[in-house]
């Protein structure tokens, strides 16, 4: 695993959205792996911007989320699809057939998390993941247990990540307790892997994450089995290494 430490926040998410860019530049229609959460919105701010400002075109990119709450059509507000349209895809030119989601609301949620693995391996699986880290370990919402799952499936939020989620819904709204979400087998699948890390509430899973092990109850650290993965911190979430 590499590491790059970035003074700050803001300097992550540039790094971080210059990598992307420069993924997409050599190959156009690459498949990117995405985020929701606190930790990628600087990086879709920078992404919009060279957009806008630079011309970076996403017109031939595709996109696989990484997760969607279970029961949150994707037009609901705190849906992670809604995160994305609003953050990101509203603001650029990739195209809606080109951006692939777990769909919350599936009836049949086996059929659903086969077609998902499918499309990702017929378009030609992931050339870069970006991921954000829970305060746990988790990994999309590969939350940290006896086992992991390897394919995309239904899971059940840990207590610590509905608390942390909170913060994205209103007082009076439930945060949904599960999820789908891609397994760690579908993430280390990726060709290459990004992992950001911001601020001081992340430094113990950074920390842990630099240990020589491998353990479901560290998620992440399964990340250490694949050849090609950069974390990208800030100094907050160095303080404990
Ligand atoms: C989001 C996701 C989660 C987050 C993690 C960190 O799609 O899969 O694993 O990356 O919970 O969230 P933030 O960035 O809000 O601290």
């Given amino acids: 695993m590499r590491l790059i430490i970035t003074d700050n926040y803001k300097k992550l998410s540039r790094r971080t959205a210059r990598h992307v860019a420069g993924q997409i530049e050599l190959k156009p229609d690459c498949n990117l792996g995405l985020p929701t959460g606190s930790?990628?919105?600087?990086?879709?701010?920078?992404?919009?911007?060279l957009h806008q400002e630079e011309g970076l075109s996403l017109a031939e990119v595709s996109t696989f989320n990484l997760d969607e709450y279970r029961g949150l059509d994707r037009n609901h507000p705190r849906s992670f699809y809604n995160y994305m349209a609003e953050n990101f895809f509203q603001h650029v030119d990739i195209k809606e057939e080109n951006i692939n989601f777990l769909d919350g609301t599936a009836g049949d949620i086996e059929q659903e998390c086969q077609r998902f693995e499918n499309k990702i391996a017929t378009s030609g699986g992931i050339d870069l993941m970006v991921l954000g880290i829970g305060r746990n370990g988790h990994i999309g919402f590969n939350e940290p247990?006896?086992?992991?799952?390897?394919?995309?499936?239904?899971a059940e939020?840990?207590?610590?990540?509905?608390k942390a989620n909170q913060r994205f819904f209103q007082e009076e709204e439930e945060v949904p307790a599960q999820a789908l979400t891609m397994g760690?087998?579908?993430?280390?699948?990726?060709?290459?892997?990004?992992?950001?890390?911001s601020g001081?509430?992340?430094?113990?899973?950074?920390?842990?994450?630099?240990?020589?092990?491998?353990?479901?109850?560290?998620?992440?650290s399964f990340l250490r089995v694949h050849p090609w993965v950069t974390l990208i911190i800030d100094q907050e979430a160095a303080d404990k290494i």
């Fill in 145 to 154: 247990g006896k086992e992991l799952k390897s394919n995309s499936h239904l």
């Fill in 39 to 49: 930790t990628p919105l600087g990086m879709y701010d920078v992404l919009v911007k």
């Fill in 157 to 162: 939020l840990a207590e610590e990540t509905i």
């Fill in 200 to 220: 001081r509430s992340k430094a113990w899973a950074v920390k842990e994450l630099m240990k020589n092990r491998i353990t479901p109850e560290f998620p992440a």
């Fill in 184 to 197: 760690m087998g579908t993430i280390l699948k990726s060709d290459r892997i990004l992992l950001l890390a």
